[in-house]
């Protein structure tokens, strides 16, 4: 849909200075796309007209006139277009908006959309009663902002791009009205609110008592580790003699993965006195290759079901009651004990494990643990679990 339209404004204001211009210059014609009609695209085909300032002394020789509430200045949607598309790029986004505007005959890219956005002035937070400050990492460990925080309504105010008292007094300088400054116990910050609030209430939040504390603790447990061992296990008590438990039932066996097993063993075996080969097999009954393998090898479905696997005694194995032998004796030099194993046979590194039987280190608890758990049946004590309830 086209429309087709003229000013007729006898006199228009200046915009730089003011003064009431009557002289035309020259006539040009804007296309202006506007909200859809009916479903249809609408474009407004529009003659403005060019005027003479009247003021002499003002540095625009001549001037575009603007409709009020229709056109802005190079702009070549409306002003009811550019809200709705303002308010779909808030709402959706860039592809989602976009795919919206389709629908609603006043097709853009995304890319227009999150021009919208960025052009969207920012909120006018007024005066912030209860204040939050604290720092951020814009790279750890080098450089630092800050984030100020209104503690009432839970939303950002503004960001400093650096962690200084002075920066954090300048801003309270030109925001005054502060009541309570919600801060970390460190002196930066504290510093900067009796110079820029020195009316101004200051307390430590939550997160920092937390984290101060835990780090507190740490510290106590670090010094006083010593005095962290674990405590001797107790021996356990001597079995009774108990009758060996009844070979399972029949039906028992049939269940479960065990009969699964034996099922698939019969498969795999039945197929090999067929003269199938591995790889056959395996298409036959979806299997891998190495599962097959591992079938076909097993003797019995009881070597593949379970039981108790022995271990391999492996290279210290024949050496084992020498190597006791001489560690009862008092011989506590690996080095030693190593020529003498290679005397013997020994083909292994030194840095084979000791014996099984050689006294253990006493166990610290580490501090960390310590202070994050509070003790065996103490409460957690967690900087992040607190980070957590404060935020909720």
């Known amino acids: 849909m086209r429309v087709f339209a003229r000013t007729c404004a006898s006199e228009v204001a200046c915009p730089e200075c003011g003064v009431v211009a009557r002289r035309v210059h020259s006539r040009y014609q804007r296309q202006l796309s506007d909200t859809a009609s009916g479903g249809q695209q609408v474009l407004i085909d529009l003659q403005a007209r060019r005027f003479f300032c009247g003021n002499g002394a003002c540095a625009k020789g001549t001037f575009a006139e603007q409709v009020p509430g229709l056109t802005t200045r190079y702009g070549r949607r409306t002003c009811g277009l550019q809200a709705v598309l303002q308010a779909v790029a808030l709402a959706l986004g860039g592809r989602a908006g976009a795919r919206l505007t389709g629908r609603l005959a006043c097709a853009v890219s995304r890319s227009t959309l999150l021009r919208l956005i960025r052009a969207t002035p920012d909120p006018d937070s007024g005066i912030s009663l209860v204040l939050g400050v604290d720092d951020f990492a814009l790279r750890k460990g080098h450089v630092y902002g800050t984030v100020l925080v209104d503690i009432d309504t839970r939303r950002p105010v503004d960001m400093l791009p650096e962690r200084s008292a002075e920066s954090f007094r300048a801003w309270l300088d030109d925001h005054p009205g502060v009541e309570i400054i919600c801060r970390d116990r460190g002196g930066c ?43 001797p296990p107790q021996p356990d008590p001597e079995p009774e003699p108990e009758t060996p438990p009844a070979p399972p039932a029949p039906a028992a066996a049939g269940r479960g993965l065990a009969a699964r097993t034996r099922a698939r063993h019969a498969e795999v075996h039945a197929a090999l006195a067929r003269g199938l080969t591995i790889t056959e097999i395996s298409r036959a009954l979806r299997l891998e290759r190495k599962t097959v393998r591992r079938y076909a090898t097993a003797a019995t479905a009881d070597q593949l079901v379970g039981g108790p696997r022995l271990s391999r005694p492996g290279l210290l194995g024949p050496h084992q009651a020498y190597l006791r032998q001489r560690w009862d004796d008092g011989v506590r030099s690996t080095n030693r004990l ?46 992040h679990s607190a980070r957590q309830a404060h935020r909720r």
């Open 338 to 383: 190593h020529e003498e194993l290679r005397e013997r046979g020994y083909r292994g590194s030194l840095r084979h494990p000791a014996p099984a039987h050689r006294p253990a280190p006493p166990r610290h608890r580490r501090p960390r643990v310590t202070t994050r758990t509070g003790g065996p049946q103490g409460r957690q004590l967690d900087p």
């Open 189 to 231: 910050y504290a510093e900067g609110a009796s110079a820029g609030a020195p009316l101004a209430i200051q307390v430590a939040d939550r997160w920092h008592l937390w984290h101060n504390l835990a780090e507190a603790v740490e510290r106590a447990v670090t010094r006083h580790r010593s005095c962290l061992q674990e405590p």
